[in-house]
């Protein structure tokens, strides 16, 4: 039995708290960090200096030497550079370790090296990291040694929003802005503070390491490119939360142990539905935070399973026929002095504050549902959706029978008298106690679910950042706060306006509501005859950035200015068409060097027991008939690999942006899977031991 891990004790201890911050810092400085944190204001150069030098002693004091910028650029992950705390030696030729409030302020990374959508190139390379004092420092501890990570924000010299962090936070403010115009109408006078909470469950892949390191898909791509389907896959639905294997377990009791120190509160984690995947999910936090949160759990997941012998594998859809990984984005906004704003109470129906942000929500889901459905669009989660339990492409909101009940009765009546009432659950047995069921189902294949008092947003990819999801989620509830909040301030008869307001909102946007099958096909002629988007790839969904309407949206609360919306999209098509380049040219070398010369060889071996069969004097007639079948489906793979190196020529010859993303979705794609058919057929008929790579019954079962 490895030793016991004692939660209490780690939690944290890897993260400069509020708490440590308390007990290393004089009196007046931690108060102006906590009143900078709490009000949004500007710490002085002298604290700063005081912090940086608390930080450090603490940092040198668990072994760190060096310290980094933590940020999100446009990249999707994280990016560090580590500087050492050395300075020059004194006249005695003493070392000295320092780290200034400077420094702890501002950091200058090269920023023409990363995604910049045009606002950067090399001969204007200048960015900045900017410290985020609203989330914690904290020690990484990797084979470079404990490293004091800085989270910050990125900006260019001119001071355009370079990475995911500081649009959110930007939202951030105008959520918590706007929100607060509703509640003190409502008459909670006292809250100062509206901030959105997001719990990311995350997804994930393990598979083991050697297997995964002869596969170049998984090496380039992080998902397979080639794979004909196990005898089994997830068909008997036995893995879902199935007893976790051994060598699965030892590696989620590691994991969770670096997370707890690092301050990351995960709680939950299971087998997921398909065979080899699984889920861990944290408790909720600040947006800001867990957004960062969710960046180290994907890093610390990658990290811990090399050390049992594993890889971790986040693509949305790394096999081809069972389910793929997302991560649910559970949002809501909440109030300074404890008020859950989609707490809908004991009587929905009668709660007149959570009807009106219902409706504001309804209201701006059903506007910028293209926009929604940009933020989880990534070149993985194309794959992925509408499979299985991911969402489909059409955005829906799922009330539950209580809720889609109320809104029905508010839009025909203007009144909403009654309320359907949760039942009794009982079981049968006299030894389980009867309790009271929830008043509605739950529906897994809704993209935006109410589940109590939160929403669910299933649409995201597992390996995507939560940043822009819910920098999407804060700017179109703030936009509906705000257009209903200027109403009601200016209402001579608030009662009256509010309740006009609600049915109005209600009426015009009940088209978004919907419980059923999202899998179903009647559902997507209805959601047409409905007029709403069906928006199935991330190239289509793009131009949804930059839009007037967008446009005007993150311009008027300065989310984004148009020429940060213009470099994201830009990046984005850039990312779509270089992803599925390097996956182009991934099967290209699979296809070229390791399966056609495998069948090759096998084809001789049966040519030659052709000819030593019918020497012997007996009928070779199975052996002929399966050389034929794999002579053909060799020439139907070379003859689609040269469809595929043509196509590959001509998307590189085209000008980037979306002619080029859009030739590569519409014919690079299709003669990748051209390829893929006769391929997988084969790997179905040639004897295992030629195959060149592991198969997905040796990835997905042999762990």
């Not at 509605?440 to 947003?457: I, L």
């Not at 009256?496 to 419980?515: G, P, S, W």
């Amino acid at each position: 039995m490895s030793e016991l891990i004692n939660v209490e004790k780690i939690f944290g201890e890897n993260v400069f708290t509020m708490n440590k911050m308390k007990e290393r810092l004089p009196r007046d400085a931690y108060k102006e960090v906590k009143r900078v944190i709490e009000k949004g204001e500007e710490l002085s150069l002298e604290t700063a200096d005081i912090v940086a030098k608390a930080m450090k002693d603490w940092a040198v004091e668990k072994g760190a030497t060096h310290f980094s910028h933590w940020f999100q650029p446009l990249t999707g992950i994280t990016a560090e550079k580590h500087d050492s705390f050395i300075t020059h030696p004194d006249e005695e030729g003493k070392m000295l370790m320092e780290f200034s409030g400077k420094e702890l302020i501002k950091g200058e990374p090269d920023a023409s090296s990363f995604p910049s959508g045009g606002l950067r190139t090399t001969f204007e390379a200048r960015g900045y990291t900017a410290w985020d004092i609203t989330s914690p420092a904290f020690i990484k501890e990797a084979a470079t040694g404990p490293i004091l990570c800085v989270p910050t924000a990125f900006c260019s010299y001119t001071g355009e929003a370079l990475d995911k962090k500081t649009p959110l936070l930007r939202s951030m403010e105008a959520i918590s802005e706007q929100a607060l115009r509703i509640v003190h109408l409502f008459g909670n006078k006292e809250a100062k503070r509206v901030t959105p909470s997001v719990g990311a469950e995350q997804e994930y892949f393990l598979v083991d390491q050697k297997k995964a390191l002869l596969r170049e898909d998984l090496l380039f791509a992080g998902r397979t490119l080639f794979g004909a389907p196990a005898p089994k896959g997830q068909e008997l639905e036995d893995h879902y939360f199935g007893v976790i294997r051994e060598r699965i377990g030892a590696y989620m009791r590691d994991l969770n142990e670096e997370l707890w120190k690092l301050g990351v509160t995960a709680k939950t984690q299971h087998n997921e539905a398909a065979p080899a995947q699984h889920e861990l999910a944290p408790i909720y936090e600040t947006a800001n935070i867990a957004a960062d949160h969710n960046q180290i759990v994907m890093e610390t997941m990658k990290r811990v399973a090399a050390y049992h012998g594993l890889r971790c594998l986040l693509h949305e859809k790394p096999f081809a026929g069972v389910n793929g990984s997302g991560k649910h984005n559970n949002w809501s906004i909440t109030t300074d002095n404890g008020m859950n704003l989609l707490d809908p109470g004991e009587t929905p129906n009668e709660n007149i504050q959570f009807l009106l942000v219902l409706a504001c929500i309804m209201k701006a889901v059903d506007t910028h549902a293209d926009l929604l459905r940009q933020s989880a669009a990534d070149v993985g989660n194309d794959h992925r959706l509408g499979a299985n339990e991911a969402p489909p492409a059409i955005i829906s909101i799922f009330l539950g029978e209580q809720l889609e009940d109320v809104v029905s009765q508010l839009v025909e009546t203007g009144v909403a008298s009654n309320l359907i009432e949760g039942d009794v659950m009982k079981t049968g047995v006299s030894t389980i106690p009867d309790f009271e069921k929830d008043a509605t189902d739950r529906n897994r294949t809704s993209p935006f679910a109410f589940t109590g008092n939160k929403f669910e947003f299933r649409m995201v990819g597992s390996s995507d950042s939560i940043g822009s999801p819910n920098t999407i989620l804060n700017a179109i509830v703030a936009e509906a706060f705000c257009e209903a909040a200027d109403r009601l301030e200016g209402a001579e008869d608030f009662e009256r306006e509010v309740h006009d307001l609600i049915k109005e909102y209600m009426t015009k946007h009940q088209r978004i509501i919907f419980n059923g099958d999202g899998y179903s096909e009647e559902w997507v002629k209805e959601a047409e005859r409905r007029g709403l988007p069906n928006i199935s790839s991330m190239v289509e969904s793009i131009e949804s950035l930059t839009t007037d309407k967008s446009v005007k949206l993150f311009e008027r609360f300065g989310i984004f200015t148009r020429a940060e919306l213009l470099s994201r999209q830009e990046v984005l098509y850039e990312t779509y068409a270089k992803t599925i380049h390097i996956e182009a040219l991934t099967m290209i070398e699979m296809a070229s060097k390791q399966i056609i010369p495998a069948v090759t060889n096998y084809t001789k071996t049966l040519a030659d027991t052709v000819i030593a069969v019918s020497q012997a004097g007996a009928e070779a007639v199975v052996q002929k008939e399966l050389l034929v079948e794999v002579s053909n489906l060799l020439k139907e793979t070379r003859d689609a690999l040269a469809a595929l190196k043509e196509a590959e020529v001509k998307a590189v010859s085209l000008p980037r942006g979306k002619e080029q993303a859009s030739f590569y979705k519409e014919v690079v794609m299709k003669c990748m899977e051209n390829l893929r058919i006769p391929a997988d057929k084969l790997e179905m008929l040639v004897d295992k031991r030629i195959w060149p790579f592991p198969t997905y019954a040796d990835l997905l079962f042999e762990i």
